[in-house]
Nanobody
Framework: QVQLVESGGGSVQAGGSLRLSCAAS????????MGWFRQAPGKEREGVAA???????TYYADSVKGRFTISRDNANTLALQMTSLKPEDTAMYYC????????????????????WGQGTQVTVSE
């Protein structure tokens, strides 16, 4: 089994930057894809960015393209570099992973993943 623990959340002013990290442990060799999702109060959880662990190919939601970068620092650490943050980026951010083969078309859908971290809060003020 794989366990995920996020860190790096916090409060920042609009225009600022934050870097989120996700530490993976357990059977990490089995992970096929990983991603970052977020959920704001009263809203559904949405996919932000995803990456194939083998090829390193990445995918982004339109709302964060050009501002967020997903990467793997090493085999057990997933990162999300967030720049030019906006108040609408305020949400709980979750790291996720899955060992099953997944088509890119669903990488930003919740149902593509069955392993989730507990989340880290990001708050962006005006």
């Amino acid at each position: 089994q794989v366990q995920l623990v996020e860190s790096g959340g916090g409060s920042v002013q609009a225009g600022g930057s934050l870097r989120l990290s996700c530490a993976a442990s357990g059977d990490t060799y089995s992970i096929y894809c990983m991603g970052w999702f977020r959920q704001a109060p009263g809203k559904e959880r949405e996919g932000v960015a995803a990456i194939y662990t083998g090829s390193g190919r990445t995918y982004y939601a339109d709302s964060v393209k050009g501002r967020f970068t997903i990467s793997r620092d090493n085999a057990n650490t997933l990162a999300l570099q967030m720049t030019s943050l906006k108040p609408e980026d305020t949400a709980m951010y979750y790291c996720t992973a899955d060992p099953r083969t997944r088509q890119y078309s669903i990488l930003l859908q919740q149902g593509a993943y069955n392993i989730w971290g507990q989340g880290t809060q990001v708050t962006v003020s005006e």
